[in-house]
Structures are given as structure tokens and as C-alpha cells.
């Protein structure tokens, strides 16, 4: 049954993140309400250590939601793939803060969270799938394309991945 149901996510997450991209440039509620944030599509590269390295393409989406003008938390999912036969799924909350006002072209931040990791990986004799905990924390920087489009690279060590480098197109809403 796990099998099905991880096959089943895994045919439509390319169609689960093109909803999440649909959905920065549509009107949200959040934004009718007055509340500020960020929605991003994700892309970049983590590093899981174990006997060796195993490298990982990283695709995911995040919102970031502020709490004040500097402090916000930031939920995000994460598809990483080493292959067909290694694959992994996070969900981590985050928290950010951000050392300069948003309203600014260039806006350096630290960020860090704990969450979930669901790991699967196809073997000869049958497929192995596990959860277990995944916690990160590093530094980025959000930088204005335009008022409301932003382009953020970011790096961050912690345990499962080990490391990770990513890029990130977000829409504004204030």
C-alpha cells in the first residue's frame, strides 16, 4: 500500500509544483487580508553523507509568512532525487530572520527549522521507504528583481542533507 501511494506522489509532483508556481500569480487570500509573504518555487542541490556521498537534484515551493517586518516563519516541501532508485521527500517549517527591512533591494537572512524526512529507495529484492527527522539552518540572501519578484540564493548545513545550495524565484505579497 506505502508503495502505491509514494508511486502516486511521485507521478504528480511535477504537477503539484506547477499548481504551487500557478498559484504566485494568483490573488490570495492572504493578501486580501493585509498579511505579508512570499510564495517560491525551489531548485538546487543537497548532499546526504553516508559510506559516500549521495548527491541529490533538489525542486520544491515555500511560503514565507511574516510575523513582524524581520522575523517570519517559512514552511516548504522538497522533492530530492538521486535516481529512479533514490528519492526523498521533506517537509520542514522554518523560522527566518531577516537583518534588514524587506522593503529593501537586498536583504540578507539566516534561517533554520526541523521537519520531516520520508526516504525511498528500490532495491533488487523489493523497495526500502523510512521517516525520520531532518533539521537545517544557514544563511541567504533575497534579492528585488522587481517590487514583487525576488531571486534568493541560499546555503545551509544540517543533518539529512548535510548540505544544501539553493536557488529561489518568489512572489511578494504585501
Given at each position: 500500500m506505502k508503495s502505491?501511494?509514494?508511486?502516486?506522489?511521485?507521478?504528480?509532483?511535477?504537477?503539484?509544483?506547477?499548481?504551487?508556481?500557478?498559484?504566485?500569480?494568483?490573488?490570495s487570500p492572504a493578501r486580501a487580508q493585509g498579511?505579508?509573504?512570499?510564495?517560491?518555487?525551489?531548485?538546487?542541490?543537497s548532499n546526504f553523507i553516508d559510506e559516500s556521498e549521495l548527491h541529490h537534484f533538489?525542486?520544491?515551493?515555500?511560503?514565507r509568512l511574516y510575523i513582524t517586518r524581520r522575523l517570519a516563519v517559512e514552511p516548504e516541501f522538497l522533492y530530492m532525487r538521486r535516481s529512479s532508485r533514490d528519492q526523498?521527500?521533506?517537509?520542514?517549517?522554518n523560522i527566518v530572520w531577516e537583518f534588514r527591512d524587506r522593503d529593501r533591494k537586498v536583504v540578507p537572512y539566516v534561517i533554520g527549522g526541523a521537519g520531516l524526512l520520508h526516504h525511498w529507495e528500490r532495491y533488487p529484492w523489493g523497495n526500502f521507504t523510512s521517516n525520520t527527522w531532518t533539521a537545517t539552518?544557514?544563511?541567504?540572501?533575497?534579492?528585488?528583481?522587481?517590487?514583487?519578484?525576488?531571486f534568493s540564493p541560499e546555503f545551509r548545513m544540517?543533518?539529512?542533507?548535510?548540505?544544501?545550495?539553493?536557488?529561489?524565484?518568489?512572489?511578494?505579497?504585501r
Open positions: 502505491k501511494s509514494i508511486r502516486l506522489l511521485l507521478d504528480h509532483c511535477p504537477l503539484i509544483l506547477c499548481l504551487l508556481v500557478l498559484g504566485l500569480f494568483c490573488d498579511i505579508a509573504g512570499d510564495v517560491k518555487a525551489i531548485v538546487g542541490y533538489v525542486v520544491g515551493a515555500a511560503t526523498d521527500f521533506v517537509f520542514q517549517p539552518a544557514g544563511i541567504g540572501v533575497r534579492i528585488a528583481i522587481t517590487k514583487n519578484l525576488s544540517g543533518w539529512e542533507p548535510f548540505v544544501r545550495a539553493t536557488g529561489a524565484i518568489g512572489y511578494s505579497f
